[in-house]
């Protein structure tokens, strides 16, 4: 596969990859409201939800963070993704290609691709804790870094050298898969956690905001865990998918909407797995630290199994799988669109590997929410980059498209604008304390001004040059 | 035969999800529960693969 198509597959939909797409396939509600509802239930809500809990979060605080959060989450997809998405109805990375050029996209796919791996290393650890669970495989617990036992490596080598093998092979069967199981594995995170409320202390619907208060959230951190508070659940969840909607991710899929509003039927993806789903997943892990007298140790599989059997043990299979699965599949286009000449399946192997090799470290789980707020707030410039030179440069008088008008390789307006904000975000981090769940925003605000100001010399610049001449 | 299938895989879904509720209201025990809830998964995944990915276009991310 060549580079472009391989950069192009990146970008998911398979169809007008180079060009804006048509009025004759553009689609509506129903299906933007279907493959939302069916994408944002995954391998990662069987960790968020219990990493709630450990973090101490309170019932109130999660209940009304989330819901905040969660809304926040449907105005960025519907006020910034949307109407950009159909404004120009190009993939990310052929806008980005635009405006930063070539190479500067394929740098940013390098960046995307590793963290593609960290994530689907994440959900192989996760599927491996239900897969060990016959082998009586010593589980990791929450401040576990290092692999634990020799079990632990051969299972999640031996999960993650599946999961490459079919992505090298059989992508296209496991997304057909995952459309199967998305409806099923949502009604299990429910399911089980309705039939464990009886064991927790929930009798009636009555006492349930008792029980959740002191048994379920309770408000206190377990050892070695931030401290959860209400704004740190209002970020985290308005966050999770950052490089999506803030990111500009999800252009690659709305820009098949017939018009910009379609981006509130992210409310049926995120309320439906990034609330009920967190939530129910949240109960399951408290009736463990119940029973198990606050273990630390972590383990997704051993917590649905309880809950739910096994159907609850294929379910954390499935749903690490199905996440892990698409995820190298991707990883390994973008690396592939840097290494055009290696053909895509042995640069899937090598990127399933790496991935694995990632998985056997207990820590990409235990510090997942860390990561993922991580994995927005390293793509969150580049989608600040696009709002400004789609919806603002137009009305101040700046070129949009820079790169391909000038026909350059490489903006360095754009390059300097992601590496600032991402140096000036570790120094809010490192000097001022401020925690990475809190970073995006400020970060916005600081790509946005350092764009538009580069922008603003380099193009100034160029004129003066071309006048000269 | 494909609204038979259909209906199968939504008896499968209401197995699923459906007797935990009655675990709740404490009609049926817990391990009953589980038993449903493993037919009610294999209902589905024998079922719904026939007819699901034939009305969806695929997922898109």
């Known amino acids: 596969m060549k580079a472009e198509e391989a950069q192009a597959v990146v970008s998911i939909s398979g169809e007008f990859e180079r060009e804006s797409v048509p009025a004759s396939h553009q689609k509506g509600w129903k299906s933007f409201l279907g493959m939302y509802a069916g994408e944002h239930t995954a391998g990662t809500e069987f960790v968020i939800g219990p990493l709630f809990v450990a973090a101490g979060a309170s019932a109130f605080d999660l209940v009304f963070g989330l819901l905040i959060g969660n809304l926040l989450a449907v105005l960025s997809w519907a006020f910034l993704t949307a109407p950009i998405a159909v404004k120009t109805r190009l993939t990310l990375y052929y806008q980005l290609e635009k405006i930063g050029g070539k190479n500067f996209t394929l740098a940013y796919n390098l960046v995307n691709a590793l963290m593609f791996c960290f994530l689907a290393g994440a959900m192989i650890s996760v599927s491996a804790t239900a897969v060990g669970i016959p082998f009586n495989m010593a589980m990791p617990s929450l401040t576990d870094v290092y692999p634990t036992s020799v079990t632990w490596v051969v299972v999640v080598f031996a999960v993650g050298l599946l999961t490459t093998v079919v992505a090298m092979y059989g992508y296209n069967i496991v997304s057909k898969f995952a459309n199967v199981a998305a409806p099923w594995m949502i009604l299990v995170f429910i399911a089980a956690a309705v039939a464990v409320l009886p064991d927790l202390g929930v009798t009636s619907l009555g006492n349930f905001w008792e029980v959740a208060e002191t048994r379920i959230w309770k408000g206190t951190a377990l050892p070695g865990q931030t401290q959860f508070t209400l704004w740190h659940v209002i970020f985290f969840s308005w966050f999770t998918n950052m490089a999506m909607h803030i990111g500009m991710a999800d252009m690659s899929i709305l820009r098949f909407a017939k018009k910009w509003q379609m981006g509130f039927s992210s409310a049926a993806g995120v309320f439906v797995g990034h609330y009920i789903a967190w939530l129910a997943a949240g109960v399951l892990y408290a009736l463990f630290l119940y029973e198990a007298a606050n273990s630390l140790e972590f383990s997704p599989g051993i917590i649905a199994f309880r809950a739910a059997g096994l159907a609850g043990a294929i379910c954390v299979i499935i749903a690490g799988w199905t996440t892990a699965n698409p995820t190298i599949y991707r990883a390994g286009l973008a690396v592939q669109a840097v290494m055009p000449k290696v053909s895509v399946r042995k640069v899937t192997f090598m990127v399933g590997m790496v991935t694995t090799l990632a998985a056997c470290f207990p820590a990409l789980v235990m510090r997942l929410l860390d990561f993922v707020a991580l994995y927005g707030l390293i793509l969150m410039p580049v989608g600040a980059v696009i709002f400004l030179d789609v919806q603002v440069f137009p009305k101040i008088g700046l070129t949009s498209n820079y790169a391909e008008k000038r026909r350059l390789r490489f903006n360095w307006a754009v390059a300097v604008a992601w590496i600032l904000t991402m140096a000036l975000c570790l120094a809010l981090n490192r000097i001022w304390g401020v925690e990475i769940f809190f970073l995006g925003l400020p970060g916005w605000f600081l790509a946005a001004l350092i764009y538009i100001s580069l922008s603003w010399a380099v193009q100034r610049s160029a004129q003066k040059h071309t006048v000269a001449i | ?61």
């Open chain 2, 1 to 61: 035969m494909r609204y038979l299938l259909i209906i199968l895989s939504i008896i499968g879904l209401g197995l699923t999800v459906f007797p935990s509720f009655l675990v709740f209201v404490g009609v049926i025990e817990f391990e009953l529960n589980i038993v449903l809830m493993t037919i009610g998964t294999v209902l589905w995944f024998v079922t719904a693969p026939f007819w699901i990915n034939k009305e969806k276009t695929g997922k898109t991310a």
